[in-house]
């Protein structure tokens, strides 16, 4: 098997599903935003501040060429905007099989109430009408980039888990 990629909206659980399948299966798991992170040496949030939103999604893409040179089998969780652009949603076709992890925008703002700091993407926004407006936007590309949609409901990460390794048949 080549990767398997987790895809979704922030706060529908990309890491922590990440981490769970990583177990499981005995996969090591690579978290898109971390990589950035340490290769950067900078927090995200530090990233956007000084560099703004483009140079961060050039990091990403950067990031996912670097990965499709890696002959490796990982568990990867992407960061939530990385589908939006078309070249990252071809370079993800090479690097593996992507699941998106779909949440319903209720679940996305009540768990996102928290953390909202962390997230560039989100600060200084109404919560609620960012998360549904950004969600309105990226649909379409996260179903593209989709090879499964695994429908999260306001499961927790063992049941999400038990879904993924199911619609994958692994
Ligand atoms: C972003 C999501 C974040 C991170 C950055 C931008 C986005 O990752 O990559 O803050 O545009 O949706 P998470 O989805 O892991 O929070």
Same mark, same amino acid.
């Given at each position: 098997m080549k990767s398997l990629i987790l895809e979704g909206f @922030? +706060? =529908?659980g990309k890491s922590r599903i990440a981490f769970e399948l990583g177990k499981e299966l005995k996969l090591r798991v690579l978290d898109t935003d971390k990589l950035i992170e340490s290769r950067q040496e900078k927090s995200i949030s530090d990233i956007f501040k000084d560099e703004g939103e483009e140079a961060f999604r050039d990091m990403e893409t950067e990031q996912l060429e670097l990965l499709t040179k890696d002959e490796q089998s990982y568990i990867i969780s992407l960061g +939530? +905007? @990385?589908? =939006?652009?078309k070249e990252n949603r071809e370079l993800l076709k090479k690097l593996g099989k992507v699941v998106y992890l779909r949440a319903e925008p209720e679940v996305l703002i009540k768990r996102l109430e928290r953390g909202v700091e962390k997230r560039p993407m989100l600060s200084g926004h109404d919560l609620e009408q960012r998360v549904k407006e950004l969600l309105e936007k990226r649909k379409g590309d996260y179903e593209e980039a989709a090879d499964i949609i695994v429908d999260i +409901?306001?499961?927790d990460v063992k049941t999400v888990t038990a879904r993924v390794r199911k619609a994958m048949d692994i």
């Open positions: @922030m +706060g =529908c +939530g +905007g @990385m589908p =939006c652009r +409901g306001n499961e």
